[in-house]
């Protein structure tokens, strides 16, 4: 029997996940980093990085000799800068560090919204690598002047495991730096902010071989195959089985996500809501909407109205959805417990709740934080359809979608059927099909999800609650710009 694997770098630990070629999942392999933020809560430890991915690795040949390859995926525009002896001098920013604001506004200046989303199809931001990047080259020119590679974590496993560099279109793009049209980086705008985009490793087609480990990880592993597999969201996409116009996986972790793949031809005005565009296979392109808080508006509930008793208890959110009738609460729950994402990118909007009143339970208040999430999927489905990207059936992933009473919310909220999956690691699942087909298990992607992806469930909008909850989403589609004016401080 044959074997791959997915390798998901992540901002609070690494896994491996072990499949048979077949698609069965096999085995699990995790490595927590230690405590290695810096003060300001907003960087990493890259060897912290290195020394979880080399153990990781490790751990799994160590069980699976025979391993055929590795498909490496991992959080995006966070980047490790090594010297010409290939350690790292400066920390990990997070994408969530303030640095890089200045330079981001810098580059804005220089060349034009307009001209940068239409090369990246990014809006400017100084999330992304180059403004953080260039921030380091500003403020610390000395150590600066000592880099010669710059690898985000995807590439930097792989030049950890390898020795040799590459990285896929869907992870470039999170730099700022890469031209979406004509697969490349962008020499102007690299120019602007005074990097060389030699800096970064080549652009390869996401899935392709890199063939052969370092001999002191294994002897006569030259034709061991790791592969950048691409941003997590990309290989969550995959591994949920996402490869044709109208479909789209509904991501039910701490953050709501939705990624639709069109192949058709997008508004170009898709920035103005604030989606991206990310180049997917020959297939066309993905983009990404998200809320913030999806299971995490459900664990505070939890925190916030159970004891810890009851959250403890494997069953508590099917007690606390015991008086779900099928209908809505009635209330409208504004979600933005940490401000509201794509299309409003407003960090200063807050979570409220309408509609109570002295009949009210917590079990009401459990149906309606739920409701709460499945509106905001629905605005952002509405603000897709806007430019051109049509849904028209739901991939569930992730913990929530272990919820029966939320997938039904969620179908009748946006109207669509909930598709629920055989499996789950849905990113490691999509990096070890696409190493499958590097590896020449299967002739083609098609083949490899065939295999790895499979449906258990079809969740369907109910008619008539489909119908009771649109006069509610009429009426949610207007309480954010209802409410956010209160959150201003007065003048």
């Given at each position: 029997m044959n074997y791959v694997a997915g390798l998901d770098i992540g901002t609070t630990g690494a896994k491996i996940v072990l499949f048979k070629t077949s698609g069965e999942l096999v085995d699990k392999f995790y490595r927590p980093y230690p405590s290695s933020r810096g003060s300001s809560g907003h960087e990493m430890d890259p060897l912290a990085i290195k020394e979880s991915v080399l153990a990781l690795v490790k751990d799994v040949l160590q069980e699976c000799p025979d391993l055929l390859g590795i498909g490496v995926t991992s959080f995006g525009e966070s980047f490790v800068c090594?010297?010409?002896?290939?350690?790292?001098?400066?920390?990990?920013?997070?994408?969530?560090?303030?640095?890089?604001?200045?330079?981001?506004?810098?580059?804005?200046?220089?060349?034009?919204?307009?001209?940068?989303?239409?090369?990246?199809?990014?809006?400017?931001?100084?999330?992304?690598?180059?403004?953080?990047?260039?921030?380091?080259?500003?403020?610390?020119?000395?150590?600066?002047?000592?880099?010669?590679?710059?690898?985000?974590?995807?590439?930097?496993?792989?030049?950890?495991?390898?020795?040799?560099?590459?990285?896929?279109?869907?992870?470039?793009?999170?730099?700022?730096?890469?031209?979406?049209?004509?697969?490349?980086?962008?020499?102007?705008?690299?120019?602007?902010l005074g990097i060389d985009p030699s800096l970064f490793p080549p652009i390869l087609p996401s899935g392709s071989p890199i063939r052969g480990l370092k001999k002191e990880l294994a002897e006569s592993k030259e034709d061991f195959i790791l592969s950048p597999c691409g941003h997590d969201q990309f290989a969550c996409a995959l591994g949920s089985g996402v490869v044709n116009q109208g479909e789209a996986m509904e991501g039910a972790g701490t953050v709501e996500s939705l990624i639709p793949c069109f192949n058709g031809e997008a508004s170009s005005n898709l920035s103005e809501d604030c989606?991206?565009?990310?180049?997917?296979?020959?297939?066309?392109?993905?983009?990404?909407?998200?809320?913030?808080?999806?299971?995490?508006?459900?664990?505070?509930?939890?925190?916030?109205?159970?004891?810890?008793?009851?959250?403890?208890?494997?069953?508590?959110?099917?007690?606390?959805?015991?008086?779900?009738?099928?209908?809505?609460?009635?209330?409208?729950?504004?979600?933005?417990?940490?401000?509201?994402?794509?299309?409003?990118?407003?960090?200063?909007?807050?979570?409220?709740?309408?509609?109570?009143?002295?009949?009210?339970?917590?079990?009401?208040?459990?149906?309606?934080?739920?409701?709460?999430?499945?509106?905001?999927?629905?605005?952002?489905?509405?603000?897709?359809?806007?430019?051109?990207?049509?849904?028209?059936?739901?991939?569930?992933?992730?913990g929530g979608s272990k919820n029966p009473v939320w997938n039904q919310i969620k179908a009748d909220v946006t109207g669509l059927p909930l598709y629920l999956l055989d499996g789950e690691e849905a990113g490691c699942r999509g990096s070890a099909m696409l190493v499958s087909v590097a590896s020449g298990c299967y002739p083609s992607l098609k083949e490899a999800m065939d295999a790895f992806v499979h449906v258990k469930k079809i969740v369907k909008p109910n008619p008539e609650a489909r119908e009771a909850y649109a006069k509610m989403y009429r009426r949610y589609a207007r309480v954010y710009k209802a409410v956010r004016p209160l959150m201003e401080d007065e003048q």
């Open positions: 090594l010297d010409e002896n290939d350690e790292p001098l400066f920390p990990i920013l997070l994408y969530t560090d303030p640095r890089g604001e200045e330079e981001a506004k810098f580059l804005t200046s220089k060349l034009g919204e307009k001209a940068i989303e239409r090369k990246t199809g990014l809006k400017p931001h100084a999330m992304y690598s180059l403004p953080k990047l260039a921030y380091l080259k500003n403020h610390d020119s000395e150590t600066f002047s000592k880099v010669k590679k710059v690898f985000l974590m995807e590439d930097y496993a792989i030049y950890l495991l390898s020795g040799k560099r590459g990285i896929d279109p869907s992870l470039a793009s999170r730099t700022l730096g890469y031209n979406v049209e004509k697969n490349c980086y962008d020499q102007e705008i690299f120019d602007a989606f991206n565009l990310v180049p997917y296979f020959d297939i066309g392109h993905l983009t990404y909407a998200f809320s913030y808080t999806g299971g995490a508006c459900a664990d505070w509930f939890l925190k916030a109205f159970c004891s810890e008793e009851e959250r403890k208890d494997p069953k508590i959110h099917e007690r606390l959805s015991s008086h779900y009738n099928g209908r809505p609460t009635g209330m409208l729950w504004l979600p933005h417990f940490a401000g509201a994402a794509t299309p409003y990118m407003d960090l200063g909007s807050k979570a409220c709740c309408l509609g109570m009143d002295l009949s009210t339970r917590r079990e009401d208040f459990y149906l309606a934080v739920l409701e709460g999430v499945a509106y905001e999927l629905k605005v952002n489905l509405d603000a897709l359809n806007k430019h051109g990207v049509p849904v028209e059936r739901l991939i569930a992933s992730g």
